[in-house]
Structure formats: C-alpha cells, structure tokens
C-alpha cells in the first residue's frame, strides 16, 4: 500500500542575505498552477533585511520558517529532509524563482512513473534583475548513456522516500551537493530531464564568483569516496612520452621549473598518485634514460622505455609507442587494468587530478577519459565568403550538445581492452574530468614557461 503524505511537495528555499530576491522567489512558489505544497523557508544567519522579509512571509499557512546560523548548505538540506512532509521534495534556492508550472510538470512526470526518483529541468539563465539572457537545455535523458553531467543541485524534484533510504546528504563535503547526490542517486535510481525550462537562474554579483579549486577538489573527493573497483583502478601505468631532440616536447624535458626539471615534475606527480602503480618514461634519446638513471635509479616503480626513433616524430600519433610499452618485457609480469598518458607540457597537474581522472573513469563506466575545460568562446570558419560561427553558437538556446570543452591539462586514460579492441588511445565512451586553469596552463611557448615560473615562485 502506498504510503500517504500530508502534502504531495515539500519546497524548502535556503537564504543567507538574499532579502532584495526573497520575496520574488516565495511568490514564485504561491503563485504556482499546483497547489499541493508547503514551504520551509531556512534562514542561514542573515545579516541583511532576510530575517524581517521572512517573518512577514511566514504569516501565510502554507510557510514554515527556520532559523539558523552558520550550518552550510548540505545540513540544512538535510533538515529540510527531516521536517519535509511531501511526497516529493525539492530546493529553490532565495535568488532563483520558478516557472508557474514548474512543480505541476514536474510532479506529473514523478506519479507517472513510480520507478522515476529524480527530474530536473531546463532553465532561464537571467541577470540580476531577473531579465531572460539566454536558455539553458540540458540532453534527452532518454538517450544518454554516460551519466557524468551532473545535474543541479537546486529546482530538482525529488522522491522524497529514495532521497532518505540513500541516508541523504552527505555532510562531509560544504559544497557540490548536486554532484554528491548525482552520483550516489544514479547509482539507484533512474532519473529524467524535463525539456522545457521551468526556473530561472539569477546570475549576479554574489553568485557569480566561485571558488573553482574548491569546487572540483570537492568533486574529486565525492568520486573518491564512491567509486568501487579498488584494485583495479589502484592498478593503473602511468606514461609519460618524450619526442626526438629538438621538439618542444623534448626540450622542456630538461627545462627547469623551480627546483627540478619539467620531467621530474611529471614523474614526482604520477608517482604520487594513489591509483599509479609503474611509471613509464618513453623516448629516443639516451639523455633521458641517463637522467632517471641519476635520479630514480632506486626507485622500481620508474622505468625507462627506449622510443623507437620513427615514433617520436611530430607527426605520429602514440598508438604504437602504447603497443611497444605494453610489450615490454618489464611489464609483463604486471596486470594493468588502465594506462594513463600524461603530457609533459602540464607541470602543475596535481596526484590528485590524476587519480581522479581514474576514478573518475571507472565511476562512470566509460571506456577511455580526457581532461577538458569548458570553452565558452565563439569559433568561426572561413567558408569562403567571410568567417561564420560554428555550432550555431550565436543561437539564444544553450544547447549541451553544443557546448565546448577544450583538450587541456594533458591527461588521457584509457582501459587495456579497449586499446586493444580498438587500436587507439581515446575510443569507445569518451568521459571527462574538468580541471582548474592553473592545472590546464600548457608550456607552449617562452612567454608560456616564463607565466608557469611566477606561478611556481608566488606557490614557494
């Protein structure tokens, strides 16, 4: 029988010193074409006019207010879970408010399907006058097969009772509680887009600057605690390759940055790296051999594998300098479940960006990932008549299918047996971790390894 519920939606809407958007964004609740709800307003210890609006607002009957001070966001996301009574449950963040629809087509797609344990929707991206810049749409969920875009954390619709048998929220972590759930829910439970938008996303000075470090070290963290395959994902080789004398590439090796060299950089990273178990130096020349033979001679994990002078050229790709490690015979002895391909010219990639590229990988099941940062930027091509921007980005829709991310920061993992299927480094389901600007800066040029030595210099 199926359990009953004082009201079908629990909206709880967390402020902290929104008092100039408050009000729009409980308006945007009562004025809803679906009346079966309460409202839980938490207050966080505002030091605004937020305490006087809400006091006002919690003369309505359908609003309950709560004040705190200083809990953070996924505590109070759970005792907004505690005191809910609806059926479904959902968050409106103070300085976002809603479609006059929104909870009925929402609500309308979870009663029809009781398998269904979470729905998110499209949104209007607006400014801080609430003013529509542009729509944001997300994928046909129907469709997708890698769950690695995460949806956001507030205006989704909730089963309220799967919410709670996954314990919550986790309260380890102070921000990316979309994420947190979105990996744990997805696990369980099936989830489903709405295609249409039905929120409105406020961006505004106290929003839109964000600590990005934190943000995705905090992701890494989450795919760190709930990623399973232990042992095969902490059985990764870790190669680094370097190109003939005179590349680039090959002169960095040598170049320093701070105390050591740019190889060494790269080495001390990967060997760092929890989920690394060997690392692999390639390349033609007998200088770089000489120089792990110098600094890692006592070290077992590091190996040197002579590169074939044909496949250090610029223009050859690294599939048959993969398929000549693999087969050396200091690695036969060894089972590795992935590879992972670091590129020299990254020196600030971190331990834990590597090991979370891998986790990463076997969280989400795909078969080979790549580091990235979202690009926001217009591209165009010359057709002949004059440049014309590509993907339609000047279209007013955001389209995800449309967005692009950038290959940076130099990480590649792939799994043996889709390198061996397929003969190629990236192949099969292509996943993604996104890395911090610092980590994605490449030494490209002078003024390039000049900009990475301040770095190193201000980091010291």
Known sequence: MEEKYPVLISIYITNYNYGKYIEQAVNSVLQQSLQDFEIIIIDDGSTDNSPEIIRTLAEHPKIKTIFQKNKGLNVTNNIALRVARGKYIMRLDADDFLDKNALLV???????????????????????????????????????????????GACTMIRTKFLKELG??????????????????????????????????????????????????????????????????ENSL??????????????????????????EHKIEAALSAKNIRKVVVSSPDASIENLLNQKYANNPRVLFVPRPQAYAQLNVGLIETVQDILQHERLQSNTFSTFVVLAIEYPFV???????????????????????????????????????????????????????YKYTGGISVTRLGIFDKHQKVISGTVGHIIVDQKTSLGIFSEYDLQLAKLIIEVDI
């Open 106 to 152: 929402m609500s309308n797609m979870l009663e029809k399907d009781p398998e269904l344990g979470l729905v998110f929707p499209n949104y209007y991206l607006t400014d801080a006058d609430g003013r529509v810049d542009s729509v944001h749409q997300r994928h046909d969920f129907s469709e997708v097969s890698l769950m690695d875009q995460a949806a956001h």
């Open 238 to 263: 870790a190669i680094i390759p370097i190109r003939d004398v005179g590349t680039t590439n090959h002169r960095l090796a040598f170049t320093n940055l701070g105390n050591i060299t740019l190889l």
């Open 168 to 233: 919550g929220y986790s309260e380890n972590y102070q921000c990316q509680d979309g994420y947190e759930l979105w990996v744990k829910f997805t696990a369980k439970y099936q989830v489903a887009n709405v295609p249409t938008p039905l929120f409105y996303y406020r961006q505004h000075g106290s929003n839109l600057t964000k600590n990005e470090g934190r943000i995705l070290s905090t992701r890494a963290s989450i795919n760190q605690e709930y990623v399973q395959h232990r042992k095969a994902r």
């Open 350 to 404: 971190r331990a834990t960006t590597i090991d979370d590229a891998i986790n990463t990988l076997f969280l989400f099941e795909s078969d080979s990932l790549i580091s990235v940062r979202p690009d926001s930027s217009l591209f165009f091509q010359h057709q002949g008549h004059g440049m014309q921007p590509i993907l339609n980005q000047e279209k007013f829709t955001k389209l995800e299918r449309e967005a692009l």
